[in-house]
């Protein structure tokens, strides 16, 4: 077995024995299951680069040089062909996508091996191997017998090369590596998973490679932040022949996405009647049933038999995107009732229609909420439920997959709401708000950290004639600032238990009353203050080197502040979930944080006040 990374630089060797460069690249042709490598690149004297036919000029290829079957004078220089790869140029260090993973990888490295006095290549390494290698050999052994030390192997992520699919023949952008299946034979919602992992650029360049049809079903599974974009960098007729494809409702949240003269350019290019079933939704109202219905309805009349239905289905309703429910309308397409597909299957091909209609149908109009219409399919177990306007007449239907679609992004809205999430998203709210929500404490922590260094000074000679008393409290804040994480991380607990509260809770749930709440959390505070107070008498003993006064007013001072810290995180937390109660956003950052400050403070002013009010060796108290 051979790797690209530690062929590079070997030297190359011919008949005689002379060095005539050193290997830069080698070619594969991409037309076979396990390509052979057909050329080798190296660099001659000057850094002049060459190339070579391995077939004709290789005479083998060894762990320390490539060997040359002719001598320099010999030789004769070749030129890459249109089916061959460069591997270092155009595959090392570059990204691919690994669609059975559905994620972007890149190459670290690339696995070759000899067969038949052929070097072919077996695959692309996108693991951490692949990496240690590239650096120097010598790394990856040292970190392999690092975890065979402890119980474990670094074991290589190869992907096969008989399982990629170079879509570009400009390999400077995106490749795909196929593993098990070539683009277009996957589903919609795997391409649209790995779409949504790639550069736009690159997203553009591999969506060339999809037909109308896949283009179209691969967009409606897109996230809705990709969607718009995604169309927009497209050229408008390429475009317009997606959305066509498109169902209606899928295309009018997009295009209503769209700047306005994008928007009227796309319409203007459809065929006439997508573009009117399109703005015709245009005119509902977001976040309602009207402006998550789609148009395409199957309907029929109540004279015809079941063989006539089943017909027409045939020819006339293909296209739709439900025919579970057909839905019977009058002259005017009036909802008059609705015969379910399994009805008509079961039922023999000359029986009336009429026989079949179930005349009370659960119906709502075009302004209803999209939750409430998502809750009435969930509730009554529908896969379409028809949408009607005040004189009856059917306008559409809400189908399946558009309420599981209203139910996840109500659940995630309720979730940012309860949570204060919503709150933190924004030019602001991307790595600083990261790291806040993970590490608040820390940051707490770092702030009491850098006051009491600042502080300090001032502090012990606060005032005149009681520097001694002033500089024992200051003492006493500085080892409490060492115990302060204890206290920080109890605030957090009580913010994650309010906030977990929030998240699992039913809205209808009865709240334990404030009084509980403390009695609850004080009990808990006790056993955190007792446990505090030890951690704090063994600091000042460590520090001291005896049992000195001044351990006791500090245990004390930790004990009082982390109950306080218990009682007042549980206020907080009783007063977050009646704001919650009322419909009002609740910050998890935000409480975590002011419980975590509240705490700081009270525990830095106690242990201030009793060493001012004790004495401690070495201040002159």
């Known amino acids: 077995m051979f790797y690209l990374t530690q062929m590079l630089g070997k030297p190359v060797v011919d008949a005689a024995g002379e060095v005539i460069g050193e290997i830069s690249d080698i070619a594969i042709a991409t037309g076979e299951v396990f390509p052979r490598v057909t050329s080798l690149a190296f660099l001659g004297p000057d850094k002049t680069p060459f190339m070579l036919s391995w077939r004709k000029f290789v005479a083998s290829l060894e762990d320390e040089r490539v060997q040359l079957n002719a001598e320099r004078a010999a030789l004769r220089f070749s030129y890459l062909q249109p089916d061959e790869v460069l591997l270092a140029r155009d595959l090392l260090n570059k990204q691919i996508v690994d669609t059975q993973g559905m994620k972007v990888v890149r190459v ?9 006095n052929q070097l072919r290549l077996l695959g692309a390494e996108v693991g951490a191997r692949g990496i240690l290698r590239g650096l120097h050999p010598a790394v990856e052994r040292a970190a392999a017998s690092a975890m065979r030390l402890l119980g474990r192997e670094l074991s290589e992520n190869l992907i096969a090369w008989n399982y990629m699919d170079l879509l570009d023949r400009d390999l ?18 795997d391409v649209a998973d790995v779409l949504e992992q790639l550069h736009p650029s690159q997203r553009a360049r591999v969506f060339e490679h999809l037909d109308n049809v896949q283009a179209a079903l691969t967009v409606a599974e897109l996230e809705d932040e990709f969607q718009a974009d995604l169309i927009g960098d497209l050229g408008d007729q390429r475009a317009s022949d997606i959305l066509e494809e498109m169902d209606p409702d899928d295309a009018a949240d997009i295009i209503g996405d769209l700047p306005y003269d994008k928007a009227e350019a796309l319409l203007r290019l459809m065929g006439v009647s997508e573009a009117q079933a399109i703005r015709s939704l245009l005119g509902y109202r977001e976040k309602t049933a009207g402006g998550i219905m789609t148009p395409e309805v199957t ?7 079941v063989q006539g239905v089943v017909d027409h289905l045939r020819t006339g309703a293909a296209e739709h995107e439900s025919i579970y429910y057909i839905y019977v309308v009058d002259d005017d397409r009036r909802l ?6 399994r009805d008509l299957v079961m039922s023999e091909p000359d029986t009336p229609v009429t026989e ?7 119906t709502v109009n075009p302004d209803d909420d999209q939750e409430l219409v998502a809750e009435m399919m969930s509730k009554y177990d529908l896969l379409a439920l028809p949408v009607i306007d005040e004189t009856g007449v059917l306008l559409g239907i809400v189908t399946v997959d558009d309420a599981l679609d ?8 309720d979730l940012a709401i309860a949570t204060g999430a919503a709150a933190e998203h924004g030019r602001i709210a991307g790595w600083w708000w990261w790291l806040v929500r993970r590490n608040a404490w820390l940051l707490v922590w770092a702030v009491a950290f850098l006051a009491y260094i600042s502080l300090r000074v001032p502090l012990a000679g606060l005032v005149e004639g009681t520097g001694s008393s002033a500089r024992a409290g200051t003492l006493l804040m500085g080892w409490a600032v060492v115990i302060l994480p204890l206290l920080l991380r109890t605030a957090e607990d009580l913010s994650s238990r309010t906030l977990a509260e929030l998240i699992e809770g039913d809205a209808g749930e009865e709240r334990p009353s404030l009084g509980s709440r403390l009695l609850r959390e004080g009990g808990i505070g006790l056993v955190t203050a007792a446990l505090s107070a030890l951690v704090a008498f063994g600091l000042a003993f460590l520090l001291l080197g005896d049992i000195d006064p001044a351990a006791t007013p500090f245990a004390v001072s930790t004990a009082v502040a982390a109950l306080l810290t218990a009682l007042a995180g549980g206020l907080l937390g009783h007063l977050a979930l009646r704001r919650s109660a009322a419909g009002k956003t609740v910050s998890g950052t935000g409480l975590s944080v002011m419980t975590m400050l509240l705490s700081a403070v009270v525990y830095l002013t106690l242990a201030y006040v009793a060493g001012s009010l004790g004495s401690v060796p070495g201040t002159g108290a």
């Open 299 to 305: 309907t029929l009349t109540d004279d015809m038999t």
């Open 406 to 413: 209203v139910l996840e992004e109500e659940s995630a809205e």
């Open 108 to 116: 670290n490295d690339l696995k070759l091996s000899e067969s038949r």
């Open 356 to 362: 079949l209609i179930q005349r009370e149908v659960i």
């Open 172 to 189: 400077s952008h995106v490749r795909l590596s196929i593993t098990h299946k070539r683009l277009h034979e996957l589903h919609p919602a």
């Open 336 to 341: 008059e009732g609705v015969v379910s597909l």
